[in-house]
């Protein structure tokens, strides 16, 4: 789908053809989900996210100006959804994040590829949800800067500065769970 399809498919939900918000669902749901699992870790609150963050845009849909891209509009909307449920977790309870040890039980059922997805998964969540949001934003849903800066309200220069540092941060979190990984075996 293109844009102008977006923007026929809103158009037809607002003049009251609800049954049309199924598209852009099955259109979104993989983005918005994963937006949403590498800021808040779990896949159930990710899915909770995710369902918050659709059920939102539909009820503001008459808002949406399209000036930018609905994709652009639903992923602000999503993260905003993330970092709010973050700091409800948060604030519930520390939950601690997936130890080396743990890591090391489930290595020896996984596949390569899935030790790789794991030791990524678990540098990620070692990364403040802004970075963690912004390396997703742009290596795994390919946004451009300029629609990060609008998903996440920062400036250019300040997205660059972040993804920098959010790299560095990543690079050193991987680095370091292999260094232990490998003095474990």
């Known amino acids: 789908m293109n844009q102008l399809s977006d923007d026929v498919i809103i158009d037809q939900v607002i003049d009251g053809k609800s049954s049309s918000y199924n598209l852009i669902i099955e259109k979104y749901q993989s983005y918005v989900y994963t937006i949403a699992l590498n800021i808040v870790q779990t896949e159930e609150e990710a899915e909770e996210v995710a369902q918050d963050s659709f059920v939102k845009a539909y009820r503001n849909l008459a808002k949406f100006n399209k000036q930018s ?7 602000r909307i999503t993260f905003n959804t993330a970092l709010t449920a973050k700091k409800k977790l948060s604030s519930k309870m520390v939950e601690p994040l997936t130890s080396i040890t743990d890591a090391k039980v489930e290595h020896f059922n996984l596949t390569e590829q899935d030790d790789r997805k794991k030791y990524i ?20 849903e390919e946004l ?19 993804l920098h540092r959010a790299r560095k941060r990543f690079a050193l979190e991987l680095q370091q769970l292999l260094k232990n990984e490998a003095a474990i075996l």
Do not use: Q
């Open 69 to 75: 891209k609905f994709s652009t509009w639903l992923y």
């Open 121 to 140: 998964s678990i540098a990620m969540g070692r990364l403040s949800a802004p970075d963690a949001a912004a390396l997703t934003l742009f290596y795994l």
């Open 144 to 162: 451009s800067l300029d629609e990060i800066c609008k998903v996440t309200d920062v400036t250019l220069s300040n997205l660059k500065v972040r």
